[in-house]
């Protein structure tokens, strides 16, 4: 494509200064220091946002809220600012539906607007306009025609992007500016033979969903944070929250100066009557909550279902005679209540299979028992061949006898709750065999190790007999449940 003339770099360069001159630009000039302003100056040291409600309450922060999921957290100030500037202020979290966003995010707009300003805006704008002046300078230079257009887009987006990414400043007078250079890129494309114009480029920024006021509210006074913090309080989702609120609100009237007698003592009475509400109300959930503990370790400890089932009825009950006052307070109730209904109605179904159980387990029970005596038979041969004297034949031939009615029993069929019992049951069996076997053949080789090898053996078994005395009995009790103590 060939390059353009001389007269055509010409339009766009007289164009272009020409649009930033009328917008106020002072292009070629070096950016001169924004004058000092008082009040924007206040506003950049002490930020003072706003939340305005749906009911038409405004609501003053130090400095922005934070949104998170279905509440709002914000700083309230209940307080002058110190020797450092810095006031103090209270925390607490509101519903965000109870929020007009349009209205606040508006105003948050507005206030970063403003502290752009005064930190610098106007050098800012002029430093970045000095800079697409001299890019648009250069691309009056360039001889071709589509170079020419496509760097003068580029020039263009950057102006379009300014008002979003520095608070709308200058917008107008950016709008004005780009008007002149969109018509100019139309034309240009239009000699250039280009027939499809990018829609991006060409289309102006979007409106803003809500205006955003034209001036911003003054600092709150100590009178307007104190009647603040007491219509707060009743929107406050917290308890704890709210009582620390009325509180310092409390402690800020009593020492704030110069303020109306009559309203000072008619805010102060409302602020007692709300704190002692508050208590009253904490207190009744308080003893709530202790009732309900107490109630349902209980009934815990029977597997008690239906009496569990009845405590949460009577737990909504009572928060719905108190007006709900407290729904984190209930709601924590409720979930500490159903987890100890889940725990009971598992207790409950191992209590009941417990007993469907009960018949196989009290057989099991009489056919091991016999053998587990420390006076019976098998039990006093080994102890003396743990000593290493003894036992006598006709003793060493019962425990031979008995050991061999034991392993017989334990071809019988073996209930699914006994199976690790017999297992240590079978071992012992073992090790009674190999104590009473090596006994004998020591007895007839005259050989003392193999007497010493007979006493290990009786040693491991009678260690098990005496653990299968604790675990043969533990079958025939029921499952224990918490807060019991087992039978």
């Known amino acids: 494509m060939g390059g353009g003339s001389g007269h055509d770099r010409r339009i766009v360069l007289s164009l272009v200064l020409c649009a930033l001159i009328s917008a106020g630009v002072p292009v070629g000039a070096a950016a001169q220091p924004a004058p000092a302003t008082s009040a924007a100056d206040a506003v950049s040291r002490d930020p003072w946002f706003r939340v305005f409600l749906l009911d038409g309450q405004i609501v003053s922060t130090l400095g922005e809220f934070t949104r998170v999921d279905d509440v709002v957290v914000l700083q309230v100030p209940l307080g002058v600012p110190d ?13 965000a539906s109870s929020v007009d966003w349009a209205r606040t995010d508006a105003y948050r707009e507005a206030v970063r607007r403003t502290q752009f300003e005064a930190a610098g805006g106007a050098r800012a704008y002029a430093a970045f306009t000095e800079e ?3 890019t648009l300078r ?7 025609a589509l170079e020419r257009i496509r760097r003068l887009e580029a020039a263009r987006l950057r102006l379009a992007q300014w008002p979003a990414a520095h608070h709308g400043h200058r917008a107008a007078d950016v709008a004005q500016t780009l ?8 034309g240009m494309r239009a000699a250039a033979g280009q ?5 991006a480029l060409t289309t102006a920024p979007a409106a803003p969903t809500a205006p955003a006021p034209a001036s911003l509210l003054p600092p709150p006074t100590l009178q307007d944070m104190i009647t603040q913090a007491l219509g707060l309080a009743p929107r406050v989702t917290d308890a704890t929250e709210r009582l620390q609120l009325l509180q310092s609100a409390e402690a800020l009237l009593a020492s704030a100066p110069a303020v109306d007698r009559r309203w000072a003592r008619t805010t102060g009475r409302q602020i007692r009557r709300q704190i002692r509400d508050e208590a009253s109300v904490t207190r009744r959930y308080e003893r709530l909550r202790a009732w309900m503990l107490e109630k349902t370790s209980r009934l815990l400890a029977r597997a008690d279902v239906r009496g569990l089932m009845q405590v949460r009825e009577d737990v909504l009950a009572r928060d719905a005679r108190l007006r709900s006052q407290r729904p984190a307070d209930v709601a924590s109730l409720l979930a500490t209540l159903d987890l100890r209904l889940d725990t009971a109605r598992r207790q409950r179904l191992l209590l009941e299979r417990w007993h469907e159980r009960r018949p196989a387990l009290d057989a099991y029970a009489t056919t091991v028992t016999p053998f587990l005596s420390p006076t019976a038979s098998l039990s006093q041969a080994l102890e003396e061949i743990k000593a290493l004297s003894g036992p006598d034949p006709d003793v060493l031939a019962r425990a031979e006898r008995l050991l061999g009615e034991a392993r017989a029993d334990a071809t019988r069929s073996v209930p699914e709750e006994a199976r690790g019992t017999q297992q240590l049951w079978l071992s012992a069996q073992q090790l009674a065999t190999r104590a009473v076997l ?10 003392l190790q193999q007497a010493w090898d007979a006493s290990a053996a009786a040693a491991g078994a009678l260690m098990l007999l005496q653990q299968l005395r604790t675990d043969v009995p533990a079958l025939l009790r029921p499952p224990s449940l918490p807060g019991s103590t087992g039978s």
């Open 179 to 186: 008007s002149v250079v969109d018509d100019l890129l139309n």
């Open 132 to 134: 697409v002046a001299a």
């Open 438 to 447: 090596t006994r004998r053949s020591a007895v007839r080789s005259g050989d």
């Open 195 to 199: 027939q499809a114009f990018s829609l």
């Open 83 to 95: 020797a450092g500037g810095v006031a103090h202020a209270r925390t607490i979290t509101l519903a």
């Open 138 to 144: 250069d691309v009056a230079l360039i001889p071709d």
